[in-house]
């Protein structure tokens, strides 16, 4: 009796075991999962994974199911030899071209880049799984809600596999496996033995073995395999997977470690196993459940939609507060024997800027804050770069650089800018004001805008008309890097920025009674020239130089979007500008544009009150310069014209920048006024978002019926007046959740709110 109470006991433990294993990955499909019938045949069309530290592409190369493994900080940080000695200095660069010998520069600063393998990120290794015996899967599904990939066969045959949502950990859990499907660790190829190609520039990447490791072991215990790799230096990493196969299941755990953190891939490895799979789902879910409901957007063109979506899954899967910043392909890098596209460093000269766009209105603050906590620690980095190169005190961070932020230089104009820090520093200016926490203006905002306009300040000087003037001036990427690019009147780029600088530090002193230090940037503000116009009234590269070349950079047109220092909401002459700038865009056409150009132009033509421009211009993006896993890939895929550019070097500014044009169509109010549904084209008569956040720490939901805005719900986190532009048209409204009263005064609504409070304007239409 016994003996059949502890087999019944055995056996209803194994389908209680089983229940749970069901129940441990439940899924949740969206309309906007990517779904395909076969596995990708490229790494950069691998459905993505990740958690701002680890990261995971799922494909299938030579007959392998492969999952390709990255972690952030995986870095050759070797240093270049030509950013050192007496000629490392602007200076110099200035003499050379008053002296119109521009080879030695180049030689100096833009040839190393191009040439040497490092500094570079690299990558990790990969887990591959044999196809030969199970044959191919027939559907691969990315479920969207729950961050997990999965993988079935026409046998029956179930795997699923997420990188953990917060732990840097990634797991697998495979159902009715076969024999013969069990995991494998491949690493790259660095052996030294081949000295590989090295004509291959930082766009295709050049050989991982030009790096010149000793290639690492790769260990086999029983059901683990640990692959050490030493790198450059000290450097080194291990990559750890470790499974255990119950029945006809198996569930595996891999992690990645670097030199440079103290975590340990084999310990982490080991203590998710000890929590287990169903444990580390929870957690799992627990962020991504909060990450979709911080806010949500519903339109009806199908194509945005979806790739709205994607966008915002791919943001939160590398992006966080405690992680390094996004850099040009996070923790996606390359996986074909080769250094990432452009090397996979920090472009702060557009890329990482465009990358956290999305941050903002889209409620994700914290996500934004691994950008800002690193480009506050790098602070002293940066001050050393500005004091050796520049010759002056305050802040500059070069416009491309390591992960600690040392500069790679490369094309000098524009990643040795003056004004790279001017444009970062909107950044914590924007956390500010979106957020609105005084802690964070007093500690971080202020601090760093003040370093900043305190280098702009030294680094400029007056003319002989008390003019405030750059030495040499540029506007990425024009001209590329010959000595063409470099002008010798102010570009509206860098004045644009230095604008900012000033004005935005102003405009903080005075929040913190700072009265004396927002007099000083005001007036260092009223001493800068007026931008510089065509004909038409757009505005030009420089004096004497119009937008008559296509170009992928809108670098000429910073003062409209990012910076509003020109804005539809100024008035007509504003207004005339910013069309003359369009319309110009538009002309010259996109031949030499990349697809974030596209985003980007989007974004611009939101602002201009353009919602089928801004509509039409994402839609291109969408359409023809991703990957069908949704990856920005630079060059027109479609081969339609819509650009001459039709590589596919894969970055992810683009992506985010797309998601940022979808924000400003639904909500804007970088003028300290709330306008909703300001640029939607006509046909949107039913549209809808959620939680969108906006200046003033106020978080806004909204909702459009039958082509007429029905309510706005307005959550007032910290308090203070709330300016919205009317949003009913020719109908009155009720308001419920306050008893203050309202004032309706050229059409803007101002109300006093109080910290935690919701009001709900409802049309009585």
């Given at each position: 009796?016994e003996?059949?109470?502890?087999?019944?006991?055995?056996?209803?433990?194994?389908?209680?075991?089983?229940?749970?294993?069901?129940?441990?990955i439940?899924?949740?499909?969206?309309?906007y999962?990517?779904i395909?019938?076969?596995?990708s045949?490229?790494?950069?069309?691998?459905?993505?994974?990740g958690?701002?530290?680890?990261?995971?592409?799922?494909?299938?190369?030579?007959n392998?199911?492969r999952?390709?493994l990255d972690?952030?900080?995986?870095?050759?940080l070797r240093p270049?030899?030509?950013?050192?000695?007496?000629?490392?200095?602007?200076?110099?660069?200035?003499?050379q071209v008053?002296?119109?010998?521009?080879?030695?520069?180049?030689?100096?600063?833009d040839h190393?880049y191009?040439?040497?393998?490092?500094?570079?990120?690299?990558?990790?290794?990969?887990?591959?799984?044999?196809?030969?015996q199970?044959?191919?899967?027939?559907s691969?599904?990315?479920?969207l809600?729950?961050?997990?990939?999965?993988?079935?066969?026409a046998?029956?045959m179930?795997?699923?596999?997420f990188?953990?949502?917060?732990?840097?950990v990634g797991w697998?859990?495979?159902?009715?496996?076969?024999?013969?499907f069990?995991?494998?660790?491949v690493?790259?190829?660095?052996?030294?033995?081949?000295?590989?190609?090295?004509?291959?520039?930082?766009?295709?990447g050049?050989?991982?073995r030009?790096?010149?490791?000793i290639?690492?072991d790769?260990v086999?215990?029983?059901?683990?395999i640990?692959?050490h790799q030493?790198?450059w230096?000290?450097f080194?990493y291990?990559v750890?997977?470790?499974?255990?196969?119950?029945?006809?299941?198996?569930?595996?755990?891999w992690s990645i470690?670097?030199s440079l953190?103290e975590e340990k891939?084999v310990?982490k490895?080991?203590?998710?196993?000890?929590?287990?799979?169903?444990a580390d789902?929870?957690?799992?879910?627990v962020?991504?459940d909060?990450?979709?409901?911080q806010?949500?957007?519903?339109i009806?063109?199908e194509?945005?939609?979806k790739q709205?979506?994607?966008e915002?899954?791919?943001?939160?899967?590398?992006?966080r507060?405690?992680?390094?910043?996004?850099?040009?392909?996070?923790?996606?890098?390359?996986?074909?024997?080769?250094l990432?596209?452009?090397?996979?460093?920090?472009h702060h000269d557009?890329?990482?800027?465009l990358?956290?766009?999305?941050c903002?209105?889209?409620?994700?603050?914290?996500?934004?804050?691994?950008?800002?906590?690193?480009?506050?620690e790098?602070?002293?980095?940066n001050?050393?770069?500005?004091?050796?190169?520049?010759?002056?005190?305050?802040?500059?961070v070069?416009?491309v650089?390591?992960l600690?932020g040392v500069p790679?230089?490369?094309?000098?104009?524009?990643s040795?800018?003056?004004?790279?820090a001017?444009?970062l520093?909107?950044h914590f200016y924007?956390?500010y004001?979106?957020?609105?926490?005084?802690?964070?203006l007093?500690k971080?905002?202020y601090?760093y805008?003040k370093?900043?306009?305190?280098?702009?300040?030294?680094?400029?000087y007056?003319?002989?008309d008390?003019?405030r003037q750059?030495?040499?001036?540029?506007s990425p990427?024009i001209?590329?890097?010959s000595?063409?690019?470099?002008?010798?009147?102010m570009?509206?780029?860098?004045?644009s920025?230095?604008r900012?600088a000033?004005?935005?530090a102003?405009e903080?002193?005075g929040?913190?009674?700072?009265?004396?230090?927002?007099?000083?940037?005001?007036?260092?503000?009223?001493?800068?020239?007026?931008?510089?116009?065509d004909?038409?009234g757009?505005?030009?590269?420089?004096?004497?130089?119009p937008?008559n070349?296509?170009?992928?950079h809108?670098?000429?047109?910073?003062?409209?979007?990012?910076?509003?220092l020109?804005?539809?909401?100024n008035?007509?002459?504003d207004r005339?500008?910013i069309?003359?700038?369009?319309d110009?865009?538009?002309?010259?056409g996109?031949?030499?544009w990349?697809?974030?150009?596209?985003?980007?132009?989007?974004n611009m033509?939101?602002r201009?009150m353009?919602?089928?421009?801004?509509?039409?211009?994402?839609?291109?993006?969408?359409e023809?310069?991703?990957?069908?896993n949704?990856f920005?890939?630079?060059?027109d895929?479609t081969?339609?014209?819509k650009s001459?550019?039709?590589?596919?070097p894969?970055?992810?500014?683009g992506?985010?920048a797309?998601?940022?044009g979808?924000?400003?169509?639904?909500l804007?109010?970088?003028?300290?006024?709330?306008?909703?549904?300001?640029a939607?084209?006509v046909s949107?008569?039913?549209?809808?978002?959620?939680n969108?956040?906006?200046?003033?720490?106020?978080?806004?939901?909204?909702?459009k019926e039958?082509?007429k805005?029905?309510?706005?719900?307005?959550?007032?986190?910290?308090?203070g007046?709330?300016?919205?532009?009317?949003?009913?048209?020719?109908y009155?409204f009720?308001?419920e959740?306050?008893?203050?009263?309202y004032?309706?005064?050229d059409?803007?609504?101002e109300?006093?709110?109080?910290p935690?409070?919701?009001?709900v304007?409802?049309s009585e239409s």
């Amino acid at each position: 009796m016994e003996s059949r109470l502890s087999l019944l006991c055995f056996l209803l433990s194994l389908l209680l075991l089983n229940s749970c294993s069901n129940r441990n990955i439940k899924l949740t499909p969206s309309n906007y999962d990517l779904i395909f019938n076969e596995l990708s045949q490229t790494w950069d069309e691998g459905m993505p994974l990740g958690n701002g530290v680890v990261g995971s592409l799922v494909w299938e190369k030579e007959n392998h199911l492969r999952m390709s493994l990255d972690r952030v900080d995986l870095w050759d940080l070797r240093p270049s030899d030509s950013l050192s000695g007496p000629n490392y200095s602007f200076e110099w660069v200035y003499q050379q071209v008053m002296k119109k010998d521009y080879l030695p520069v180049q030689k100096k600063f833009d040839h190393p880049y191009d040439r040497l393998p490092a500094p570079s990120k690299i990558p990790g290794a990969g887990i591959e799984f044999s196809l030969e015996q199970i044959g191919k899967p027939q559907s691969v599904h990315l479920y969207l809600n729950n961050a997990v990939c999965e993988i079935t066969w026409a046998n029956n045959m179930k795997m699923q596999t997420f990188v953990h949502a917060v732990e840097p950990v990634g797991w697998f859990y495979i159902e009715n496996a076969d024999e013969s499907f069990i995991p494998e660790l491949v690493a790259p190829v660095y052996n030294d033995s081949q000295a590989g190609e090295s004509d291959l520039g930082p766009v295709t990447g050049q050989d991982l073995r030009r790096l010149g490791y000793i290639q690492g072991d790769v260990v086999k215990e029983g059901n683990r395999i640990i692959y050490h790799q030493k790198g450059w230096g000290n450097f080194y990493y291990d990559v750890v997977v470790e499974w255990k196969k119950s029945g006809n299941t198996l569930t595996g755990v891999w992690s990645i470690s670097s030199s440079l953190s103290e975590e340990k891939a084999v310990d982490k490895v080991r203590e998710a196993l000890s929590r287990g799979i169903q444990a580390d789902y929870q957690s799992h879910m627990v962020y991504w459940d909060n990450f979709w409901k911080q806010s949500s957007v519903t339109i009806p063109d199908e194509v945005l939609a979806k790739q709205y979506a994607n966008e915002m899954y791919k943001f939160g899967s590398v992006a966080r507060e405690y992680s390094y910043p996004i850099s040009l392909q996070a923790v996606w890098t390359a996986d074909n024997g080769k250094l990432p596209p452009w090397k996979g460093d920090y472009h702060h000269d557009l890329n990482t800027q465009l990358s956290y766009w999305p941050c903002y209105t889209g409620n994700y603050l914290y996500e934004g804050l691994g950008y800002l906590n690193t480009l506050w620690e790098q602070r002293e980095e940066n001050r050393k770069y500005t004091r050796e190169y520049f010759g002056e005190n305050g802040l500059n961070v070069p416009g491309v650089c390591t992960l600690e932020g040392v500069p790679m230089a490369g094309w000098i104009q524009y990643s040795m800018s003056p004004t790279i820090a001017a444009w970062l520093s909107q950044h914590f200016y924007l956390h500010y004001k979106y957020s609105m926490d005084e802690d964070f203006l007093k500690k971080r905002a202020y601090p760093y805008l003040k370093e900043v306009a305190t280098f702009l300040e030294e680094f400029t000087y007056l003319d002989e008309d008390g003019v405030r003037q750059l030495p040499l001036s540029s506007s990425p990427e024009i001209y590329d890097n010959s000595i063409d690019a470099w002008f010798h009147t102010m570009t509206n780029y860098d004045l644009s920025l230095i604008r900012f600088a000033f004005s935005a530090a102003s405009e903080l002193a005075g929040e913190l009674s700072l009265t004396d230090e927002s007099m000083h940037w005001k007036e260092l503000y009223g001493q800068l020239p007026d931008y510089e116009l065509d004909e038409q009234g757009g505005l030009t590269f420089a004096k004497g130089f119009p937008y008559n070349v296509s170009h992928r950079h809108f670098s000429n047109a910073m003062a409209i979007h990012p910076l509003g220092l020109i804005d539809w909401g100024n008035g007509e002459k504003d207004r005339q500008i910013i069309k003359a700038t369009i319309d110009n865009f538009d002309e010259v056409g996109p031949d030499y544009w990349t697809g974030y150009s596209y985003s980007w132009f989007g974004n611009m033509k939101a602002r201009a009150m353009d919602g089928e421009g801004a509509a039409k211009e994402l839609r291109t993006f969408a359409e023809h310069f991703c990957l069908k896993n949704t990856f920005h890939a630079n060059g027109d895929q479609t081969k339609s014209g819509k650009s001459k550019f039709t590589y596919r070097p894969f970055t992810l500014e683009g992506n985010f920048a797309f998601a940022s044009g979808i924000q400003e169509m639904l909500l804007q109010s970088h003028t300290g006024i709330v306008r909703i549904f300001p640029a939607i084209p006509v046909s949107w008569d039913d549209v809808s978002f959620y939680n969108l956040r906006t200046y003033g720490a106020f978080l806004i939901s909204a909702q459009k019926e039958n082509g007429k805005i029905s309510q706005v719900t307005v959550f007032s986190e910290k308090g203070g007046v709330l300016r919205m532009d009317y949003p009913f048209g020719d109908y009155p409204f009720t308001i419920e959740g306050t008893e203050e009263s309202y004032e309706l005064k050229d059409n803007i609504i101002e109300l006093n709110t109080i910290p935690g409070q919701t009001v709900v304007f409802t049309s009585e239409s």
